[in-house]
């Protein structure tokens, strides 16, 4: 195996959201767990401890106001104390009874500008925390047919994101998030990534896409949309975490190990294996407990990134050309049905990582450290 595959793979960054951390559930209950932080402080000490054992999360994503603080250049500090830094700023415009009927869409001009300045304020907190990504996901959208205008909500919502756009300093960028249905059940107002590419492209390069591999109808070719996008430059990020039926939310890979590796592969072949596509975790399920949840996902986008990188593209590239169909697709199969633990253990212990870190975190302590110190931890905010 070539030395690139494995520089490369070493290379990879991989960021947890804050929120992964604290209590979560479904919409019937919120699920206490032992441990779980009581502030954001605690929330970037449990991702640093995903980051040691894996040696590849070195960022966590923020969501404001969950993760509110006096001080925000402090969090960072404490963040870069902990060996980590804050990644993307999560805004949150769906949480007040004001926004009933939307946030930047809603009928109302009061709570539009209202949700417009939550947005303005997130990119106050990138100033402040070194952030460079603002990452917005809207629940705006209607239930019933002529609850409001489809082509009102459209201009409402460009007009928003323009203001947003216009905000942005030098380094930063915003990444639009798309989710075909929940909360709203009729039209939601970004719900697909056509959408969200035409908004963006309208805007300019500091406006990207993001895909959420949950937020899609059953059966959707995700790695098309992932390869379209990044032939256009418009591939933002991921957030990424499994499904089986709608936004579920669970541990990556954990649904459909293969659509990961498709996913990989494409991430790959189209250049987009760069710090410009943001690899983050939107995981946040009730059942496992929070770190080793995240380190199981963590993994998971490792082991189908491994097996990404390990397709033969001049092989693939021969098959295709020739019309080997049969070929072609032995090609990628090869690849995703080697099994990259070993490599991906050696390289741990190549820079002194234990090769097992589910294993090594449970040897750790930490765990029992945390159970026994933390008192009343807090809900992660809402089922994300
Ligand atoms: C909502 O379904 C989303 O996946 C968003 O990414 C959301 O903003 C995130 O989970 C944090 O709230
Ligand atoms: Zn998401
Ligand atoms: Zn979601």
């Not at 907190?125 to 705006?140: P, V």
């Not at 929940?182 to 990207?208: I, N």
């Amino acid at each position: 195996m070539s030395m690139d595959i494995r520089t490369r793979l070493s290379a990879q960054r991989i960021e947890t959201p804050s929120w992964a951390y604290g209590n979560s559930g479904t919409r019937f209950k919120v699920f206490a767990q032992p441990g779980v932080p009581r502030d954001p402080y605690e929330k970037l000490a449990d991702a640093a401890q995903v980051h040691r054992f894996t040696g590849v999360a070195p960022s966590v994503a923020l969501h404001i106001p969950w993760d509110r603080v006096g001080d925000y250049a402090d969090l960072a500090r404490h963040a870069g104390e902990l060996g980590v830094s804050i990644g993307a700023i999560n805004a949150n415009v769906f949480q007040d009874d004001d926004y009933k009927l939307g946030s930047v869409t809603n009928p109302d001009p009061r709570v539009r500008a209202k949700a417009l300045a939550h947005l303005l304020e997130c990119v106050d907190i990138m100033d402040a925390t070194g952030s460079g990504t603002l990452k917005l996901w809207f629940a705006d959208g209607t239930n019933y047919p002529g609850q409001d205008d489809i082509r009102a909500r459209q201009d409402r919502l460009a007009e928003a994101l323009a203001s947003v756009y216009q905000r942005l300093g030098e380094g930063q960028r915003f990444l639009l998030e798309y989710k075909l249905f929940e909360p709203a059940f009729y039209a939601t107002d970004v719900p697909d990534w056509g959408t969200a590419y035409a908004h963006c492209l309208r805007l300019g390069p500091k406006a990207q896409v993001v895909v959420d591999t949950g937020h899609h109808a059953p059966g959707t070719n995700i790695e098309f949309i992932v390869a379209f996008l990044l032939r256009e430059g418009k591939l933002g990020g991921f957030d990424f975490n499994s499904r089986f039926y709608a936004d579920d939310d669970l541990m990556v890979g954990s649904a459909d190990p293969f659509q990961l590796f498709r996913i990989m592969y494409e991430v790959v072949a189209g250049g987009g294996y760069t710090d410009e596509v943001a690899f983050m975790l939107d995981q946040c399920h009730n059942l496992e407990p929070k770190i080793t949840g995240q380190i199981r996902s963590v993994m998971n986008v490792q082991e189908a990134t491994a097996k990404a990188l390990l397709v033969d593209g001049a092989a693939l590239r021969s098959a295709q050309a020739g019309g080997d169909v049969l070929q072609a697709n032995a090609v990628l199969m090869d690849a995703f049905n080697t099994d990259v633990r070993p490599l991906l253990a050696d390289l741990r212990r190549e820079s002194g990582l234990d090769p097992d870190p589910m294993a090594a975190y449970a040897r750790s302590g930490y765990f029992e450290t945390i159970s026994a110190t933390r008192v009343g931890g807090a809900q992660a905010g809402w089922g994300a």
